[in-house]
């Protein structure tokens, strides 16, 4: 069974930037796809962004395209996403897994308690 514990999520201004950290125990996911997935108040639980298991082939949601930036490093078993020019919308606690496929949200594994990010003035 594989843990998720996602970090670096916080309270910024519109406009502004955060990079959310994953860090899995438990399996090596050296070979797995992977994502990040968000949940807005009220709302489902969206997938955002997917990479393949070595980093070279990534997608997008149409509504982080150009801002976000999927990454991964498969000697820290980690994770990443850069976002940049955060708007309101963004606002979710987000949360990564690993997922079957690369452009669409499939999870596989538990959820992790996920990483709050508020983006307001």
């Known amino acids: 069974q594989v843990q998720f514990v996602e970090s670096g999520g916080g309270l910024v201004q519109p406009g502004g930037s955060l990079r959310l950290s994953c860090t899995a125990s438990?399996?090596?996911?050296?070979?797995?796809?992977m994502g990040w997935f968000r949940q807005a108040p009220g709302k489902e639980r969206d997938f955002v962004a997917g990479i393949n298991y070595n980093g070279q082939s990534t997608y997008y949601d149409d509504s982080v395209t150009g801002r976000f930036t999927i990454s991964r490093d498969n000697s820290k078993n980690s994770l990443y996403l850069q976002m940049n020019d955060l708007k309101p919308d963004d606002t979710a606690v987000y949360y990564c897994?690993?997922?079957?496929?690369?452009?669409?949200?499939?999870?596989?594994?538990?959820w992790g308690q996920g990483t709050q990010v508020i983006v307001s003035s």
């Open positions: 897994n690993t997922n079957e496929y690369i452009n669409f949200g499939a999870p596989i594994d538990s």
């Open positions: 438990g399996r090596t996911l050296s070979m797995t796809n």
